[in-house]
């Protein structure tokens, strides 16, 4: 691919990436000076891609959001994941037992990605939603990623991102997340307090394939209020089962024995 076509296409995704659940809206001028481009180069870019439908205008605004054929693109990759298939009994089981919000992620590079979830039916929950793109440092799902990656790679992400504190119980301190990854591995899931969301509780545990090597991540939140050491203990028992269930199903042997 020639230098300037391998240019465009980065910015391309680079503009996809701009839009999110809290921004699904965003003018030219606001993605350029997200990107550091020019808004000239950016309105040209965001206006080819709309006449290619992977962006939408709204005819009123002006402002940009993802189109339709995004859309199919995610739907053909989400159909291809035999995790999510393979999970969903499970997850609707736990849901039953824990009346709780049951997510299940995936690693897309130094991030996890919500690829399922089954909300609580009760009125005060943990909403977390599907597509959202999270840190790996911050909540109980990113760490037992971190926790379970192959030593380099683990190392590798750690040196590549900055600890940005998202509550007053993130862990910022790359030495006690170290020694607090140490400890997951050894038990097998991860809890954390309020890490990512204020006064929520999540538990997580690792979902691994045919080489051993983990390949998602289901997990349990809800309000810490309703997560007391009782709870958090017999909620860890299931989800345990869950994971290790999944991970049989998914062709791993060793993790799940």
Known sequence: MKPDKAQTLNRAVRILE??????PEMGVREVARMLELSTSATGRLMMAMKELRILNQNPTTKAYSIGARSLAWAGIYLSTCDIQAMAMPYMEDLHHTTRETISLYILDGDERVCIERLESPQNVRIV?????RLPLYAGSAGKVFLAFLPGARREEIL???ELVPYTPNTIIDKSILQKE????WVDGYAVSYGEW???????????FGQQEEVIAVITISGPSQRFNDDVIQDYCVVLNEAARQISASMGSRTRSN
């Open 18 to 23: 701009c839009f999110s659940p809290e921004h």
């Open 128 to 132: 977390a939603r599907i597509g959202r």
């Open 159 to 161: 040196k590549s991102i």
């Open 181 to 184: 990854l140490e400890k997951i």
């Open 197 to 207: 969301t204020p006064e929520a509780t999540g538990l997580a545990a690792p979902i």
